[in-house]
């Protein structure tokens, strides 16, 4: 008793003391408790047959009948194998691309050149999920797409892209890539930044070429920088661009195409299923957590370096 | 004498009943002290005004004003009526889109009250039209049996029609197609024979601003896409609940289609093209032939005028099917999912209901249609009729009538003679000639479901529909084949629930129209 008597006293002391950093702390903690801790609340709608006008509290529980409903649907599992693709195929090939162009971009030794780059491929992240899908879908169109154009140019069929689901997978990877990776490569360009140049100059006496420095310097200083993006990014891993499939898809390309977050909308938010919705969505979360927590358990074990 | 007083008396009640009822037809007053309501009344484009001088004018006439309480900054209707129930604070009135699906989904539940003893004691306009055409108000039901909302009638029977460059099929040598094999004939020509004449063959015989337009195709081949003005809806066939994607016309149809595409007949990117697909085609002189809306698909005989050499786009009555049937499966629906309904809370439900059925009576009627007298139309010969500057001011009729609150989605009866006035005289020469037969089908007006069958409809109806959609596409584009796919496609429809779906819709239909 008097030992916990004598613990928070010495809290008390302590935030006493350092009460400005506490106060400079508050504002995050408020955000947290009541935009991520308060809606956890509304989670039980998942276990409820919901209704908005009888409210959370007053729908009656349902047990675990909506998960039942998504596992016995054939379309939900096919969405989550597609996600799993996606974000896979994501991970594999959007993942390197920011970190070759943040090697690259630190190559150059033109000021002017290496920033008109960068703009040039920052550029393509502020233009809204919208304009991309009509951008993509022009492109990409079998009558006046640049892209179909250039196949007849060359002697071959023109191909409508948009509509086969084998295409589906290619393109909106690579539209992702084009969008997000010069964006995403600011983190590790600061990264790159923060090498100490002292490295350079004794690697320089040392005789060593650009490509080795590359590789025996700048890559391992920032190695802890890619872990964590890497780890953040797997937590990430099922969600996927809700938007720019939702406007790239078509029945037809469903088979590939059709993810958790899409297959949800339909079933859930068109119907105003929001309990079915939030089903989806915990299992979501969950399996979101555990990726996460195996992802920082190996880096932990591989690299030393983890988010916790 | 006393007989005398006695008989005076009897007169003078007479007079004054007879005043008094004098008095009651004159006015449309509904309160004495002037009431006012809160409204939600939400759509895309514009919630509810308390300026708009519709609103005002009604005011003025009932003495009840309505207060603009509407959750507007989403253009999503359902989404605006979420927001609202969810808040817990419902005002007085609850109308605009998306109000069957929400009104019929909550009103069992306490949220909104029945309105169809209100309306026969206190709206004899509303109660008349109830009376005049009970299954359209059936259809407006919820699935406990009560009216929730009083409904937005349209009015004016034709939607969509068949239209066709007429001046290809003269430069060709050709005549208006009467069957489907005379289609065929007249699209392959389109195809092949370069009608607009630039040595390109660049010509999309047949395109669709909507691609669901392209299913509509399979009635060619006696199939159905849908029984009401919603895509892919069931349709009724002798008291039965169907649906299109599964009868037997539909896959001859659907093989039909996949042929017609991969002959070029069907514009290639049919299914990416989107809303400005016919403007586009149009305009550079490459469509021939669609399936779309009279007024606005004809107004291009104007516009396109000058551009397009020659450009005659005229309706074409529905080409005979494979079993010489002529069917235009698309008319306007007689009742719309939109209108007003009245909360649990509102403290004032007589008056409120009577004031619904001001906007029923003659005079509330015209207001809701035209606008205001003097201003947007005059009587002429007890006809509204459109003044001469409204109709030539720049902007569209339909977009100035909203802008003052006519024509907007409270729950009233539409009155197609404010359409005809500035209705295109191409448009007017089509639906004449579709009025000459009778190409029109039967609408599903809808069923309301109660609990059990909502379930199952929840559960299993939009897995069933992306696989229909899927395969459907899937077809017309030859990644698969409809013959090879049919019988595992009857079996796999069945495994996700098709017929439970149907017998729930069956169930509700039956408790609903009756037997």
Sequence with gaps: MQNIQQYTSRIMRHIRAEWQLYLLLAPTIIW????????????QIAFKDYSIFKGVAASPWVGLEHFYTLFESEQFMRAIKNTLILSGYNLLFGFPMPIILALGFNEFTKAFFKRTAQTVVYLPHFISTVIIAGIVMSVFSPSVGVVNLLLVQMGFDSVYFLVQPEWFRPI???????QEAGFTSIVFL???????????????VDGANRWQMMWRITLPSILPTIIIMLIIRIGNILEVGFELII??????TYETADVISTYVYRQGLQNAQYDLAAAAGFFNAVVAFVLVLTANTISKRVTKTSLW | MHKLSLHTIALSVAT?????LAIAQESAKVVDKPLTLTVHLHDKKFTYDSNWPVEKEAARLTGISLKDVTIGNTPDSNEAFNLMIASGNLPDIVGGKAVKRNLNRYGPEGAFIPLQDLIKEHAPNIYAQMQARPQVFNSAKAGDGNLYYVPYLTDGKYGRGYFMRTDWLDKLGLKVPQNIDELYTVLTAFRNEDPNGNGKKDEIPAFFRNWQEVLRLVTFWDGRTSGSDTYHDFHVKDGKIKHGYAGAGYKLGMKNIAKWYKEGLIDPEVFTRGSRAREFLLANDLGGFTHDWFASTA???????????????????????????????????PIKPEGWGISYSNKHPIESIKYMDFWWSEEGRRLANFGIEGKQYNLVDGKAIF???????????????????AQVRRGFWQDYNYEIQWTNKFALEGIKLYDQGDYLVDQFLGVAFNEKEQATSDKYWSGIQTYMLEKQQSWVLATSDVDADWDNYLVQLDKLGFNKVLTAMQSAYDRQYGK
């Design chain 1, 32 to 43: 947290f408790i009541v935009f991520l801790y308060v809606p956890m609340y509304g989670l």
């Design chain 2, 16 to 20: 004054l009943c007879s005043s008094g």
């Design chain 1, 247 to 252: 406007l790239l898809y078509q029945p037809s």
């Design chain 1, 172 to 178: 909106f990877i690579g539209t992702g890539i084009w």
């Design chain 1, 190 to 204: 600061a990264a790159i930044a923060g090498v100490n140049p002292s490295l350079y100059e004794s690697a320089l």
């Design chain 2, 299 to 333: 107004s291009y005989n104007d516009s396109l005028k000058d551009k397009v050499k020659g450009f005659k786009l005229e309706a074409i009555i529905p080409p005979a099917s494979i079993s010489g049937v002529r069917m235009e499966e698309h008319r306007r629906i």
């Design chain 2, 387 to 405: 003044t001469k500057e409204f109709l030539e001011n720049a902007r569209p009729v339909n977009s100035q009538l909203t802008d003052i609150g």
